[in-house]
């Protein structure tokens, strides 16, 4: 375990794509809310895998902008495996260190998921081993659009100079500017698309997609990803030092 962390060089922030959920359950022939259930184990799992290697952020898509589009059923079974990880996992997450943040339209959940999450959020607040950002009622488009938004207001009552407008003013207006780009992406059950999800932020993020599906997706599975991200070259633009 540790010869991993001394030989790896772990992203310090990793973003993933939880997807699979619903094809797990199928091959099983069981509702595709098990299937959900399923992820909400691996979501524990993974979280901890991730904090033993070093990794001190973790994103996970939990729910996008456009999961309200399936059936209420199945948005209330989500739902409710949230207020249940929120419930059951809150005392964990405090005595493992974990600073809980979200990102996302988070207004537009229902309660008591909303109300749940704000005390989580609140009370893990001074956590420093990791810090887990749940992606709720999140798209890359609102959070742009919203950034955009609150841009205009900010420029139309005279907080702010147009003129200066730059990267790293733009990004202060993102849903939570403190949490640095991700080094790594990694997207389960073998999906080639980014499904709308931190457009601004994954613009030179290693990207890393596995065939396994997301309740599958296991420790081993974290370190062959983080594996294949120490054989990438990262140049951001640039070109390497070794073709000067
Ligand atoms: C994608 O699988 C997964 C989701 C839309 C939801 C992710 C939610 C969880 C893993 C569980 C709850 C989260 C927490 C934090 C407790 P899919 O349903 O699109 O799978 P499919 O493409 O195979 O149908």
């Given at each position: 375990?540790?010869?991993?962390?001394?030989q790896l060089n772990i992203p310090r922030h990793i973003a993933?794509?939880?997807?699979?959920?619903?094809?797990?359950?199928?091959?099983?022939?069981?509702?595709?809310?098990?299937?959900?259930?399923?992820?909400?184990?691996?979501?524990?799992?993974?979280?901890?895998?991730?904090?033993?290697?070093?990794?001190?952020?973790?994103?996970?898509?939990?729910?996008?902008?456009?999961?309200?589009?399936?059936?209420?059923?199945?948005?209330?079974?989500?739902?409710?495996?949230?207020?249940?990880?929120?419930?059951?996992?809150?005392?964990?997450?405090?005595?493992?260190?974990?600073?809980?943040?979200?990102?996302?339209?988070?207004?537009?959940?229902?309660?008591?998921?909303?109300?749940?999450?704000?005390?989580?959020?609140?009370?893990?607040?001074?956590?420093?081993?990791?810090?887990?950002?749940?992606?709720?009622?999140?798209?890359?488009?609102?959070?742009?659009?919203?950034?955009?938004?609150?841009?205009?207001?900010?420029?139309?009552?005279?907080?702010?100079?147009?003129?200066?407008?730059d990267e790293t003013?733009?990004?202060?207006?993102?849903?939570?500017?403190?949490?640095p780009d991700p080094d790594l992406m990694i997207?389960?059950?073998?999906?080639l698309?980014l499904?709308?999800?931190?457009?601004w932020q994954l613009a030179y993020t290693e990207l890393y997609v596995?065939?396994?599906?997301?309740?599958?997706?296991?420790?081993?599975?974290?370190?062959c990803a983080i594996e294949q991200f120490n054989r990438r070259d990262r140049r951001f633009g640039a070109i390497n030092e070794s073709s000067l």
């Open positions: 375990m540790m010869s991993e962390k001394t993933i794509i939880m997807d699979g959920n619903g094809r797990w359950a199928k091959k099983r022939l069981h509702p595709r809310t098990d299937g959900h259930r399923a992820g909400a184990d691996a979501v524990i799992r993974v979280t901890q895998a991730a904090r033993d290697l070093g990794v001190e952020y973790l994103t996970l898509y939990a729910f996008s902008t456009e999961n309200w589009k399936r059936p209420a059923e199945e948005v209330g079974a989500l739902m409710s495996l949230l207020s249940h990880f929120l419930d059951s996992k809150l005392e964990k997450l405090i005595n493992d260190g974990v600073r809980l943040k979200t990102i996302g339209r988070t207004g537009g959940l229902p309660e008591p998921v909303r109300s749940k999450l704000l005390n989580a959020v609140e009370k893990t607040r001074q956590n420093t081993a990791q810090t887990l950002v749940l992606a709720l009622n999140y798209g890359g488009r609102a959070e742009l659009t919203d950034a955009a938004g609150k841009i205009a207001a900010d420029a139309a009552a005279g907080r702010l100079d147009p003129e200066k407008m003013v733009f990004r202060q207006y993102l849903y939570d500017p403190e949490i997207r389960t059950s073998g999906e698309r499904s709308n999800f931190l457009l596995t065939d396994v599906l997301w309740p599958d997706f296991d420790r081993n599975d974290l370190v």
